[in-house]
Nanobody, 115 residues
Framework: QVQLVESGGDLVQPGGSLRLSCAAS????????MGWYRQAPGKQRELVAG???????NYADFVKGRFTISRDNAKNTVYLQMNSLKPEDTAVYYC?????????WGQGTQVTVSS
């Protein structure tokens, strides 16, 4: 079992910044890659960024140059630094990892970008 807990969501003005955190616990040694997804009202959940144990990173095109994913292995935590936020970034952001055939999700953290 793996537990994921996100934090850091908030209301921010356009152009602002936020840093999301995802703390993992449980079978940490089984985790190879982790990712951030988001889901806006009425839309499907979509991948934002992913990072694996080897440091390989990928980003969705819509966040390249604005968001940065990183991980602190000592703290079992993955971060998502979000800069230059836009209203269309408003969504619930979820942390995810797959262990074998099992997919684990956090409860989500709300990010609202509005003036």
């Amino acid at each position: 079992q793996v537990q994921l807990v996100e934090s850091g969501g908030d209301l921010v003005q356009p152009g602002g910044s936020l840093r999301l955190s995802c703390a993992a616990s449980g079978r940490i040694s089984s985790i190879y890659a982790m990712g951030w997804y988001r889901q806006a009202p009425g839309k499907q959940r979509e991948l934002v960024a992913g990072i694996n144990r080897g440091g390989w990173i990928n980003y969705a095109d819509f966040v390249k140059g604005r968001f940065t994913i990183s991980r602190d292995n000592a703290k079992n935590t993955v971060y998502l630094q979000m800069n230059s936020l836009k209203p269309e970034d408003t969504a619930v952001y979820y942390c995810n990892t797959d262990v074998g055939l099992q997919s684990y999700w956090g409860q989500g953290t709300q990010v609202t970008v509005s003036s």
